[in-house]
């Protein structure tokens, strides 16, 4: 006859843990430990008679697994969260070599270890220089990079009750906002005639490659600028977090249940945009580009923040591209 929660509980409590419930089918023990999975064994052992047996395929309750003991699910969590554990974050890193993405999914992984060692919700606090946005409840998370149809931006969602926020994630060296060839291509080509026509155009061709000597640039439009920095999906109920994260910017408090997230930019709305974070759109060299939108090969179009923009670019007012 398989073994009773009550009964593994009592067990529990015999051999010196304190045992808690998390529903009626699973339970969790906190303990202080420096490795995590040596205490799951460990609890794998003393239930080995019962039909013990540890699970790492299967992420029900921790990010490690649990112990399996009959039909009920026992898990480990932490008694106190110092910070973030990087070797648990390391195992989803090490499948990616792009480091963009690889921010992303530091971001994404620590908010959900945080949920899956309290296994509960969280508060959420992002903070920057003189702002905060806090999220409350927060009870997931998905990394969503790859999904862009209908110009949607989000990186990640981060899940609040029922809702979900969407979050773009820019490191703190990115120099663009998008690529821009399917938002902008015609109107780039338009800029390049332009340029021709006020001989601000310097540039080499090759059949239909060009390779120009400077790039050419104009500033977005307020609805461009909303579109390309915000799409779809963050101008409605999301924001952009600038930073490339480390274990230190991230501070859980244990006593309030809330994770701080230290960056360097947020971005909400247009107005949150400095001087040096204004859109612009510019062309420059891509040897390997094909462009259909365009219609010359060689060049891409980026809508870049005006920091991006280097000294050497040759600026159409942005009127004059019809």
């Given at each position: 006859?398989?073994?009773?929660?009550?009964?593994?509980?009592?067990?529990?409590?015999?051999?010196?843990?304190?045992?808690?419930?998390?529903?009626?089918?699973?339970?969790?023990?906190?303990?202080?430990?420096?490795?995590?999975?040596?205490?799951?064994?460990?609890?794998?052992?003393?239930?080995?008679?019962?039909?013990?047996?540890?699970?790492?395929?299967?992420?029900?309750?921790?990010?490690?697994?649990?112990?399996?003991?009959?039909?009920?699910?026992?898990?480990?969590?932490?008694?106190?969260?110092?910070?973030?554990?990087?070797?648990?974050?390391?195992r989803y890193l090490g499948r990616e070599s792009r480091n963009s993405i690889k921010n992303e999914i530091y971001l994404e992984k620590s908010i959900s270890q945080i949920i899956w060692d309290t296994l509960?919700?969280?508060?959420?606090?992002?903070?920057?220089?003189?702002?905060?946005?806090?999220?409350?409840?927060?009870?997931?998370?998905?990394?969503?990079?790859?999904?862009?149809?209908?110009?949607?931006?989000?990186?990640?969602?981060?899940?609040?009750?029922?809702?979900?926020?969407?979050?773009?994630?820019?490191?703190?060296?990115?120099?663009?906002?998008?690529?821009?060839?399917?938002?902008?291509?015609?109107?780039?080509r338009k800029m390049l005639e332009r340029a021709a026509i006020e001989k601000k155009l310097d540039a080499n061709m090759n059949g239909n490659t060009m390779r120009m000597k400077k790039p050419v640039g104009?500033?977005?439009?307020?609805?461009?600028?909303?579109?390309?920095?915000?799409?779809?999906?963050?101008?409605?109920?999301?924001?952009?977090?600038?930073?490339?994260?480390?274990?230190?910017?991230?501070?859980?408090?244990?006593?309030?249940?809330?994770?701080?997230?230290?960056?360097?930019?947020?971005?909400?709305?247009?107005?949150?945009?400095?001087?040096?974070?204004?859109?612009?759109?510019?062309?420059?060299?891509?040897?390997?580009?094909?462009?259909?939108?365009?219609?010359?090969?060689?060049?891409?179009?980026?809508?870049?923040?005006?920091?991006?923009?280097?000294?050497?670019?040759?600026?159409?007012?942005?009127?004059?591209?019809?």
């Amino acid at each position: 006859m398989a073994i009773s929660k009550p009964q593994i509980k009592k067990k529990l409590k015999e051999n010196g843990y304190m045992p808690y419930d998390y529903d009626t089918k699973s339970l969790y023990v906190a303990l202080d430990y420096k490795n995590r999975i040596e205490e799951f064994q460990k609890l794998e052992g003393l239930f080995l008679t019962d039909g013990a047996k540890y699970i790492t395929n299967k992420r029900t309750l921790t990010s490690d697994g649990h112990v399996q003991i009959g039909n009920v699910i026992l898990g480990v969590t932490p008694l106190t969260i110092k910070q973030i554990d990087q070797r648990r974050i390391q195992r989803y890193l090490g499948r990616e070599s792009r480091n963009s993405i690889k921010n992303e999914i530091y971001l994404e992984k620590s908010i959900s270890q945080i949920i899956w060692d309290t296994l509960s919700t969280v508060t959420i606090i992002f903070k920057e220089r003189g702002k905060r946005i806090i999220l409350k409840q927060v009870r997931g998370t998905k990394h969503v990079g790859s999904n862009v149809a209908g110009r949607k931006k989000a990186d990640i969602l981060i899940v609040v009750k029922q809702y979900k926020i969407p979050v773009s994630i820019k490191m703190q060296t990115a120099s663009f906002w998008e690529s821009a060839d399917t938002y902008w291509g015609k109107n780039a080509r338009k800029m390049l005639e332009r340029a021709a026509i006020e001989k601000k155009l310097d540039a080499n061709m090759n059949g239909n490659t060009m390779r120009m000597k400077k790039p050419v640039g104009t500033t977005a439009t307020r609805q461009e600028e909303k579109d390309v920095v915000f799409g779809s999906d963050i101008v409605r109920s999301g924001f952009i977090v600038k930073q490339t994260f480390k274990a230190k910017d991230f501070n859980y408090d244990g006593k309030h249940n809330t994770l701080t997230i230290m960056c360097d930019r947020l971005y909400q709305k247009q107005s949150d945009l400095k001087s040096n974070d204004k859109a612009w759109f510019v062309l420059r060299n891509n040897k390997n580009i094909k462009s259909k939108n365009i219609g010359i090969n060689g060049i891409v179009v980026d809508a870049v923040p005006k920091k991006s923009v280097t000294r050497t670019t040759q600026v159409i007012e942005r009127q004059r591209i019809q």
